[in-house]
């Protein structure tokens, strides 16, 4: 295992987050879902996003999710990976601002904006 440092902590927990959502809680609902959406598919139906969006975002997210975790024991472009997340957290926000979401709902997305870009100063 590598040694535990801010940036491998942060590849940890924002690698593990992206597939956490992505892979096992899609399907289910949350409180910070956009809109009176129900699923992560829905979300984006509320955001007036066309479906391939949904394969598109989640392909880069669950693609940057494997390369921040498998970045701690293989050269992997981590760096990078962390800025796609940083600019997809960034279309998050603006998304909750388009359909008027409450500030609560834009809490992730913020959260993991603040951990991408920590984790690329740190870098």
Aim: aromatic share 6%.
């Amino acid at each position: 295992m590598p040694a535990l440092t801010l940036s491998t902590a942060l590849q940890l927990i924002i690698g593990a987050g992206l597939l956490n959502v992505w892979l096992l809680r899609a399907g289910n609902q949350t409180a910070y879902r956009g809109g009176s959406a129900q699923t992560l598919r829905q979300e984006f139906d509320a955001y007036g996003l066309p479906s391939v969006m949904f394969f598109v975002v989640g392909t880069l997210k669950i693609l940057a999710g494997i390369i921040l975790i498998a970045g701690l024991w293989i050269r992997l472009p981590v760096t990078l990976a962390a800025g796609v997340v940083a600019l997809l957290m960034l279309g998050a926000l603006a998304m909750h601002l388009k359909v008027k979401d409450p500030l609560l709902k834009s809490v992730p997305a913020g959260v993991m904006l603040a951990l991408c870009a920590t984790l690329l100063l740190a870098g």
